[in-house]
């Protein structure tokens, strides 16, 4: 216990730095390389919405303008292409990350997905699911989540799912004379609705639920931002993740994940950058909905 | 009625007095004896015996005798030296009124009508042919008989300056009845008007009778003394196919002079299809120009060459600038050609005008087309807006439309149009059409644009659609601007254009359809045309083609291609990149751009190396049309479920979840003040230490 007073920071998540005292210490919660790929896929991602919308919505004055701000058709294709690109390199180089992790820290597939870090749905993320919904209802008390939630798992698979159908599809649209050489010419505006549809639903999906749940939240607000630093408080994480902490602590290993915080002067641009990232995406949203609501035909 | 029946009367008061004699049932006796009483009787008793008639002359020798017929008193005297010298002199009374012949006298009355024919056969019998012998025949009271030209008893041979038939005198003696007012011109259909007026103001008239040339022309030179016939009769003088005999007795080399105009050879072979004498110089119109033009316009300006001169009615200058005329296209055309009413034979020739000048005595072609045009029609009606000649190609100054200084110089129609017909002047302001800033867009167009800035004079200007002088509404049907003959007026410089657009499906020949078929105007407009490479056009083209293909336009935005244009870019393919421009046709017909044959070519046109199948893309597909599109539709629904379910999921999710994550941050921040505070204490006490 007195080891976990040491490390806690004397003022919780708004840490002031002690006069002339250590530097506070954080528990990391995701390598380098998982922050740079986050960001790349934010910023292709938002590239990707904002190119694509465009063309959905064509019919609303909104899409002429940002197409023209984008400058020009053509241009917002090549961006939107090369956004593609990045986020084909993002998924990519996630599975030979992952390649490593096993190869580095579970020594086997198995390990890797049937371990407490799996990110494959369980029995117990069914069973925190049941027992989060009766938490809501006031029927019960907050599961105790371990280290990914049901619903950081599901926004996981999200992706899989997107780069799957949104990629494929979008492959087709990119080289369809290819394409069209064995698949018939109509498999084409079936792409294009799944595509654009797909598009819209992780669009509209990323933007609301997943802001909420992991960015959001009232009691993280204004933002969490551990995706982007990679740290977050130990103190938050005894109480978001207890279950992880718990096993850490059990373990012994908590301390070789503590590292120093960063310096003020990285929030904030962090931040910058995260508010920037939300306000694009709201923008997004109330610009589907306006489109979808007010201006459809 | 009434009026034709006033004429008669007055003619036969008119007539000579032997012919009325003739019909009168009795001769008062009391006035014969009264005549007798009165007399010199020196004269009535001198009756000289070499004189034939001296029977007869020693009562109508009395120059007072007379009687009344029809209330009016005739004379019966009878001028006994002109007859003992006119050319029947020797026949005696009885050679002529031979139903006298061994009569007591005085004899009775009537008399029976003189038989000229008797001895002047072939002539009477002419005469009997003749449109004025047809016309006694049917009783006609004005028709002329031998004696209304002749005359009776004083006779003399042609040639004889007394004859009433001289020439120079001939055009008054059938100017008594042709000549404007007559009872004969008002009620007897004749072609010409104003015959004699013009007879003498032409070269054949002036030579006759002011220079008394009696070889000049008269009227029985052309129409013939006494075979007088219609035109339209083939045995004619003045027929079409004897006009050139006609003429060619005087003119006889006349083939010479014309051979620029007519082939010499053809002229009495073939006069029928052959522009006839009469066709260029007009029948009693001939003028040598030339001659007279110098003289007539000295004698205007005599006048009108005062820059001061000003019309006492309305203070209007009635100067005339010589040098205006001079450089105008009408240098050669004297004052009165134009102002054709003058009589220079007043001291102010000008005196007898009575209406403006008639452009359409020259230009009666143009002016047939200016009556029948909506300015001409206007001008009928005597609206003040409707422009007249005048308008448009000015007066004195008048220019041809070649001369780059003339108002109808092709760069300068814009304007001279844009006078009334700019937003705002008077054509405009009553014009209920759909066409708006007409100038404006022209000036704008390709059209407009060729001509204005590249001053390209070929380029198509107002009239060159609109006609320049039978300008009509685009309703009436035979306006040039008319839906239906709008393919041919473009075609008339897009040749090649009109012949592709003539097959294709728009053409109403090929689609046989009853609907109303776009026309050149439809999609390209009628005034702003621009190029079709132009943003503008690309982008409207498919509102335009939208207009008849609405569902088949609403689905093309639907995909790929329309969905960039509606953002405003031309570069995916529009309408006409796949159906063809102006050889469109249904995409059935083996030629059309989009059969099965050509498609993947027009495909490969933007996509190189598309395939048939690539082809099967639905450029116009819907995913609302379950029947037509099936498989679009329900992945359209299932991506939409699917859309809204993981929404509703999600959302439902998080709107739970907010009642307990207020909770926690409240929790929280108690937590954080409790911390807060419990170290704010031990750094206190730390402090005085620190």
Known sequence: MAKADALESPSGRRARMPNGGVKERQFIRFTRLQRILHICMIVSFMSLALTGLTLKFSYTKWAAVLSHLLGGFESAGYIHRSAAVVMFGVFFTHLVDLYQLKKREYGSWRALLLGPSSMLPTRRDFAEFVATLKWFVGQGERPAYGRWTYWEKFDYFAVFWGIAVIGSTGLTLWFPVFFTRFLPGRFLNVATIIHSDEALLATGFIFTVHFFNTHLRPEKFPMDITVFTGRMPLEELERDKPKEYEALVASGKLEERMEEAYPAIVTRTIRAFAWGALAVGFSIVLWIIYAMLFAYR | ?690
């Open chain 2, 1 to 690: 009625m009434g009026q034709l029946e006033i004429d008669m009367a007055e003619i036969k008061i008119v007539r000579r007095a032997w012919r009325a004699g003739l019909r009168i049932i009795g001769v008062p006796l009391l006035a014969i004896i009264l005549s007798v009483l009165f007399s010199e009787p020196g004269r009535a008793a001198e009756p000289t015996t070499d004189q034939p008639g001296a029977e007869c002359l020693a009562c109508h020798g009395d120059k007072s005798m007379s009687t009344t017929r029809a209330g009016k008193t005739v004379s019966l005297y009878v001028d006994g030296k002109k007859f003992a010298t006119s050319v029947h002199g020797s026949f005696g009374c009885t050679g002529c009124h031979a139903d006298l012949e061994g009569k007591d006298l005085p004899h009775d009355t009537p008399l029976a009508p003189v038989k000229c024919g008797t001895c002047h056969a072939s002539e009477q019998e002419q005469h009997a042919r003749s449109l004025h012998g047809k016309a006694i025949a049917r009783g006609d009271p004005l028709a002329p008989h031998c004696v209304n030209c002749h005359g009776n008893h004083d006779i003399y041979p042609v040639k004889d300056p007394r004859s009433a038939v001289t020439p120079m005198k001939v055009p008054f003696v059938c100017g008594q009845c042709h000549r404007e007012g007559t009872p004969v011109s008002r009620n007897r259909t004749i072609a010409q008007d104003n015959i004699l007026e013009n007879y003498s103001e032409s070269i054949h008239g002036e030579a006759l009778l002011k220079k008394g040339l009696s070889v000049a022309p008269t009227c029985a030179t052309c129409h013939t003394p006494h075979l007088i016939l219609p035109h339209t009769d083939p045995a004619s003088s003045i027929n079409r196919r004897n006009i050139a005999a006609t003429c060619t007795k005087c003119h006889s080399q006349i083939e010479t002079v014309h051979r620029k105009i007519i082939r010499g050879a053809l002229w009495e072979k073939q006069a029928n299809v052959l522009p006839a004498c009469v066709d260029c110089h007009q029948p009693h119109k001939i003028r040598n120009v030339f001659y007279t033009q110098g003289m007539a316009d000295a004698d205007c300006l005599h006048c009108h060459a005062d820059e001061k001169l000003r019309r006492a009615r309305d203070g209007q200058s009635m100067y005339v600038n010589l040098g205006e005329v001079s450089h105008s296209r009408h240098t050669k055309v004297a004052c009165s050609q134009c102002h054709s009413e003058v009589n220079a034979s007043r001291v102010r020739p000008c005196e007898t005008l009575t209406r403006g000048v008639d452009c359409t005595s020259c230009h009666e072609e143009v002016g047939r087309q200016y009556i029948s045009s909506t300015h001409g029609q206007l001008n009928g009606k005597n609206d003040p807006n409707a422009p007249t000649c005048k308008e448009c190609h000015g007066t004195h100054a008048v220019l041809g439309k070649l001369d780059p200084q003339s108002p109808s110089f092709p760069t300068n129609v814009p304007g001279l149009c844009a006078r009334c017909h700019r937003e705002g002047q008077k054509a405009a302001v009553r014009y209920t059409g759909r066409q708006h800033e007409i100038i404006a867009n022209y000036t704008e167009s390709i059209h407009g644009n060729g001509l204005l800035k590249a001053g390209l004079t070929v380029t198509a200007t107002c009239t060159s659609c609109h006609t320049a002088h039978r300008v009509l509404p685009r309703t009436d049907p035979e306006s040039t601007v008319n839906p239906a003959n709008v393919p041919a007026m473009c075609g008339r410089c897009h040749h090649g254009i009109e012949e592709q657009f003539e097959n294709s499906i728009h053409a109403k020949r090929i689609s046989g359809s009853a609907k109303e078929l776009p026309v050149c105007n439809d999609c390209h407009t009628a005034h702003a045309i621009r190029r079709t490479d132009e943003d503008g056009f690309r982008l409207e083209i498919m509102d335009k083609c939208g207009r008849c293909h609405a569902e088949i336009a609403k689905t093309y935005f639907d995909t790929y291609h329309g969905k960039v244009s509606r953002l405003g870019y031309t570069k995916t393919a529009k309408c006409y990149d796949c159906h063809g421009a102006h050889d469109v046709l249904a995409v059935t017909d083996p030629r059309s751009h989009l059969s099965r044959a050509n498609v993947a070519a027009t495909c490969q046109k933007c996509h190189a190396g598309a395939t048939r199948r690539f082809a099967g893309y639905l450029t116009h597909a819907t995913h609302h049309d379950p029947q037509k599109y099936p498989f679009l539709f329900y992945t359209f629904w299932g991506m939409t479920a699917l859309l809204l379910g993981t929404c509703v999921i999600g959302g439902l999710h998080t709107l739970l979840w907010l009642p307990r994550a207020f909770q926690m941050r409240q929790e929280l921040r108690a937590a954080e003040e409790k911390a807060a505070a419990e170290l704010g204490k031990s750094v206190d006490k730390e402090d005085p230490d620190g």
